[in-house]
């Protein structure tokens, strides 16, 4: 038995060279998969429902991946579209898909499975316990649930349906990245073990390569191991590389863990087959007794205003540790006499982070003591409006620039602000909400599957 | 004195998902690997002090055919929350590199 994976990126968008695609399509895989998402970028995407990459650059990618599929007459299988995999990414792709069968006249079969949960439902399952949290998770609530946008991440058996009923794309929602590559290797039969080690390898596309790029990744699966080498022909991999690869973005290198169980890679054994190709053997799946599929929450926090700039004067630096505090206690008191007592400074969250002390590292950085010579500054205001955020952050901006200096007589200016106006608003803010797993009755019961025909239009009479 | 960038080819920090932080330190070689694995100073310990982690939480693992050691735990701020500086969590490894590690030193040296 072989089978043959193509892994032609990272993720869908990211991009990859022409060259490394045709490599690969000459190679005959029997599956071409590509991830689109992530929550790595944060809980804006999946708050707001919108995609990180481009439309432009989704497009440029998915249109080599369907010529590459029509070509060779395989599945294409896509998760996680418009990065955090909810209802609307995969409409935004399905789009994209369509436009592009139009434009160069390519017909095929799809599937759309939508991974967005109701929140009554949530809160059903939650109540029969249904829903458990995971190492490290927030404490929720019902109400958590109800504010919360919601996906389930999928395993491979939506996908399998899919392609079972016919379907030669699939566009799938929130998705394990692992179950896009396993999906079909599965359904014939190959080892788990391998099967998710293989998937786990090339799921970042060519990351795991030397040196990393957006590029992809080719495997051969066969019964005790698989082989993987870059498509780009300049590029190579090392047993030590595709080793150090089950680190990347993981708790626990030796245990990964699926919706139906866990790939344990402490017996895996790497060995170089050339300067660009490793073998690898004896990984190990373990079904777990139940089924889980993994949650993603966000929900909306409020609306931001920011305002950045420096201050240089050592005699403000200095000062700063006594004048922040009495700067937001002065807001408070601000905030109720402007908005005549119906706002409540407690629902407005004004932040100071000063680049050069403490911003990024935070009250454990060892260096925050040390002298500086300029910091930069950057004012955040978060409340329940733009609209109040906004009006908040003008007079915030405007005392943080007239701080009372007590080495100072009369007014001096404490902050250089590079834009006029100082203030930038930034829109809606999210929180991610849960790090938890449902408990389905089936790995099914969370997804909706939409079968679809794309034909191009000069072909209308079959369809 | 051995510093842990002496002994690794790559240092990074970055999310394991939105709730945790995890660190990888890729060693230079096999030496310097075992030299780092049998210090311990990649310990609970001071990821609670550096970071605030809960030491009971803090995972460390020796990779021995990666030749890297893995320590994770918890996010001490959830990823994108308004208290969080670093929302891939890429620059959280910065003040480990110059971490001084030897077997006849103490384990954790990085502040008085």
Known sequence: ?463 | MTRLLDLCSLIRSKNAGPFWLTFDFMARDTDSYRTLRDSGALNAELFAELYGADPAQVLVVNHDRAEAVKVSFPRPVRQGDLADSDSYGGQQYAPLVDLLVGSETPPVVLRE
Not at chain 1, 187 to 202: C, E, N, R, S, V
């Open chain 1, 1 to 463: 038995m072989e089978i043959r994976i193509l892994a032609p990126t990272g993720a869908l968008g990211a991009g990859f060279r022409t060259e490394s695609l045709e490599r690969g399509v000459a190679m005959r895989p029997h599956v071409i998969a590509c991830d689109a998402g992530s929550t790595d970028s944060g809980p804006a995407y999946l708050g707001g429902g919108e995609p990180k990459l481009s439309r432009e650059a989704v497009a440029r990618d998915l249109r080599h991946l369907l010529k590459a599929r029509d070509t060779l007459g395989v599945p294409l299988i896509i998760g996680s579209c418009g990065t955090s995999g909810c209802d609307s990414g995969v409409d935004w792709v399905a789009e994209i898909a369509r436009e592009i069968a139009a434009a160069e006249r390519l017909s095929f079969s799809l599937a759309l499975i939508y991974a967005d949960q109701e929140p009554a439902d949530l809160v059903r399952r939650y109540r029969e316990g249904r829903i458990r949290p995971l190492d490290g998770a927030p404490e929720i609530d019902e109400e958590t649930l109800r504010a919360s946008h919601v996906v389930a991440m999928m395993g491979v058996e939506p996908i399998q349906q899919a392609l079972r009923e016919g379907a030669q794309v699939v566009l799938a929602g929130r998705a394990s990245d692992t179950a896009l590559y396993a999906a079909l290797p599965h359904m014939l039969g190959a080892d788990p073990g391998l099967t998710w080690h293989a998937a786990k390898t090339i799921e970042c596309g060519a990351a795991c390569a030397i040196p990393p790029s957006a590029d992809g990744l080719f495997v051969h699966l066969r019964e005790d191991h698989f082989d993987v080498e870059p498509l780009d022909p300049a590029s190579r991999l090392t047993s030590h590389s595709v080793a150090a690869h089950t680190l990347y973005e993981n708790a626990n290198p030796f245990l990964i863990a699926e919706p139906s169980g866990t790939l344990d890679t402490t017996e895996a054994a790497y060995t170089a087959l050339d300067e660009r190709r490793v073998r690898v053997a004896g990984s190990t799946y373990r079904p777990s007794d139940t089924y889980t599929n993994k949650l993603e929450g966000s929900r909306l926090v409020g609306y931001q205003t920011i305002v950045i700039g420096g201050i240089r004067d050592r005699v403000v630096i200095e000062q700063l540790p006594e004048l922040l505090p009495k700067a937001k206690e002065y807001f408070r008191a601000k905030i109720k006499d402007v908005f005549g007592g119906r706002v409540d400074p407690d629902d407005v969250d004004i932040d100071y982070r000063l680049y050069g002390r403490d911003a990024v590292l935070g009250p454990h950085d060892p260096a925050r003591d040390e002298p500086v010579h300029e910091l930069g500054i950057l004012i955040t205001v978060t409340a329940p409006t733009q609209h109040l955020a906004h009006a908040i952050s003008t007079f915030v901006a405007h005392a943080s620039s007239h701080l009372p200096v007590p080495e100072y007589d009369g007014l001096a200016s404490t902050i250089a602000y590079p834009f006029s106006p100082p203030e930038t608003d930034r829109g809606p803010v999210f929180r991610f909400t849960l790090h938890h797993v449902a408990v389905p009755e089936s790995p099914h019961e969370l997804f909706r599957t939409v079968h679809e025909n794309v034909r191009d239009s000069d072909d209308e009479v079959t369809a």
